[in-house]
């Protein structure tokens, strides 16, 4: 049997989060991934890499795949719905044709389905969408029915764009046909654009574009104390330290490099416990600035 995830559950004010695991694996191969990492930075490194953020054995990195459920102000809100079960994912062997008991894993967390209000995506990638919808009589349909989905309007103009090309489509592994525009399709959905969007009492959206066009993060904050979703502003560790490394997949290099630069500095200044989307044990953490860059404080004791 499957062994049952760690669900590490944060506190922060009047809100509660949750993490619901769909998977935490070893993935890509660290070179590969960062072009400029050297054996000096392996050895300067590895105290902590090993075993949470990199597979030693086999030189490859760690990625974690989940949701946060956020709780606060009576509502349940999913930030992110990872890969989905059921996909082909060419090239990512680690991700292709899941059979997770995500949804039971929520419900062990405390929302079924039917008792999320909110989801919010950072960004439309094909692992942050995955859980939005479900097949139901041959038709995708919104897995949360009586959520509304907060989507980035840049992103969502951008992947229907390259869904609609022949060449190009469809999208994010045709994920956006069918966790996304069915959203759209059943009037689910809540578009915000660029710049920053208070969305209620606790949550403000800031932009933070690069790795996607319309990339968000969400600042939550409640009684004094702050948080911070970042999605995909990076994926690893190692970013933090060097802010100028880039995951390889990106619509626009180096505006990814800006954003992340943004995103650290507000961790730093606001104190922030910051909540990526991949990284892994023990899953949240703050950053610190540092002299030549920023130093990440998530410690798994």
């Known amino acids: 049997g499957m062994s049952v995830p760690v669900m590490p559950v944060f506190t922060l004010g009047q809100a509660t989060i949750t993490r ?11 070179r590969n991934v960062f072009s400029e990492f050297t054996d000096a930075h392996l050895a300067e490194h590895k105290h902590w890499l090993a075993p949470h953020h990199y597979d030693a054995d086999t030189g490859l990195i760690k990625l974690s795949v ?17 890969c989905g079960n059921n996909k082909v994912k060419p090239g990512r062997p680690f991700w292709h044709m899941l059979n997770i008991p995500f949804l039971e894993r929520l419900a062990a967390a405390g929302a079924r389905p ?49 869904d609609a090309d022949p060449k190009e489509g469809p999208a994010e592994l045709g994920t956006f046909r069918e966790c996304v525009i069915p959203i759209l399709e059943h009037g689910r959905a809540d578009l915000v654009s660029g710049g920053a969007y208070r969305l209620n009492d606790f949550i403000e959206i800031d932009s933070a574009p690069g790795h996607s066009p319309g990339h968000v993060f ?11 979703f970042i999605g995909d502003v990076w994926h690893h560790l190692l970013q933090v330290h060097y802010p ?29 416990l910051v909540f990526p989307g991949h990284v ?12 030549n860059g920023y130093r990440p404080h998530f410690d798994p004791s």
């Open 114 to 162: 039917e008792e999320i209000d909110l989801v919010m995506c950072t960004h439309l990638h094909h692992d942050h969408v995955g859980w939005n919808t479900q097949q139901k009589d041959g038709k995708w349909v919104p897995t949360f029915p009586n959520a509304r989905y907060v989507f980035s309007k840049p992103d969502v103009d951008y992947f229907s764009k390259l």
């Open 280 to 291: 892994g044990m023990p899953f949240a953490g703050r950053i610190e600035a540092a002299q």
């Open 20 to 30: 619901v695991e769909e998977t935490c694996l070893p993935s890509y191969p660290l």
């Open 218 to 228: 969400f600042k939550l904050e409640s009684k004094g104390q702050r948080a911070a």
């Open 66 to 82: 989940h949701s946060w459920l956020l709780q606060i102000g009576g509502k349940k809100i999913l930030i992110d719905s990872c």
């Open 244 to 272: 100028d490394w880039n995951f390889p997949k990106n619509s626009d290099a180096a505006q990814a490099r800006v954003s992340r630069r943004k995103v650290l500095d507000y961790c730093a200044s606001s104190g922030a």
